[in-house]
C-alpha cells in the first residue's frame, strides 16, 4: 500500500482531517517556511493523534542536537533532513530517517549514494533555487524512476489529485508527499475536501491496479 503524508500541518485541526481521511502520517515543518510551526505547537497536536500514525519533523540544515531535544520533546516518530546536510547529520538519532533530495537532471542522482545506507527512505522533490520544499512544482519523474526499486522512494513536488494517478503509475513509489496540492490558499492552510480527494485517488489507483 502506497503510504501517504500530508505535510505542512500547522494545527491539530488539520491533523485530524488528514488522519480521519486516511494519511498514513502527517509532517510539521521546523525550518524557515510559511508553514513552519514551534516546537511547542508540535508537542501540543502530537498529544492529539491517535496512534499508528506517523509524525515526521521536516529539518533544513538544523543542529543534530537541537534536532535530538526537538523530537524526543514533541514524540516525533520520523527526521526528515531537507537540506543540505552531509551523511554524518543522519546518524545517532533513534527515530527513522528520511534524507531529501532536490531533483534537477541526471547529474542530481549523483548525490544520493552517500546516504543510501544512512537513510529508511529517500524523498525526492523538485529544485527552486531557495526553496528546499513546497513549492507545488513537479519535476521529471523519469529521475525518481531510476531510484524506485534501489530504496524506498517518497515522490514529492507539485502533487495534487489532478496528477497522482499518473504519478504513481509511472514511479510507483513507496510513499507519496503533498503540501500546497491539498491548499486552496497557502496562507489560510489545508483545505479537508483536497486532503480526502487526494487519499482517495490514491486509494482508488491501488485498488484498480490491484
Known amino acids: 500500500m502506497v503510504k501517504i503524508k500530508i505535510c505542512g500541518i500547522r494545527s491539530l485541526k488539520e491533523a485530524l482531517w488528514a488522519v480521519d481521511a486516511g494519511a498514513d502520517a502527517v509532517g510539521f515543518v521546523m525550518a524557515e517556511s510559511r508553514r513552519r510551526v514551534t516546537p511547542r505547537q508540535v508537542e501540543i497536536i502530537c498529544r492529539g493523534i491517535p496512534p499508528f500514525v506517523s509524525k515526521i519533523g521536516v529539518f533544513v540544515d538544523e543542529n543534530p542536537g537541537i534536532m535530538k531535544e526537538i523530537a524526543d520533546r514533541c514524540g516525533l516518530d520520523v527526521l526528515q533532513f531537507h537540506g543540505q546536510e552531509p551523511p554524518s547529520h543522519l546518524q545517532g538519532f533513534k527515530q527513522k530517517v528520511i534524507k531529501a ?19 529508511d527512505a529517500f524523498l525526492l522533490d523538485t529544485c527552486l533555487p531557495g526553496m528546499p520544499g513546497g513549492t507545488g512544482i513537479s519535476f521529471d519523474w523519469s529521475l525518481a524512476e531510476k531510484l524506485t526499486g534501489r530504496k524506498s522512494v517518497i515522490l514529492a513536488g507539485g502533487l495534487n489529485a489532478e496528477n497522482i494517478v499518473e504519478a504513481l503509475e509511472q514511479v510507483k513509489p513507496y510513499g507519496v508527499d503533498v503540501s500546497s496540492g491539498v491548499e486552496t490558499h497557502g496562507h489560510e492552510g489545508k483545505d479537508p475536501v483536497k486532503i480526502k480527494e487526494f487519499i482517495q485517488r490514491v486509494r482508488s489507483w491501488e485498488y484498480v491496479s490491484g
Open 101 to 119: 533530495f532536490s531533483l534537477k537532471d541526471e547529474m542530481s542522482l549523483q548525490e544520493v549514494e552517500p546516504y543510501r545506507l544512512l537513510a
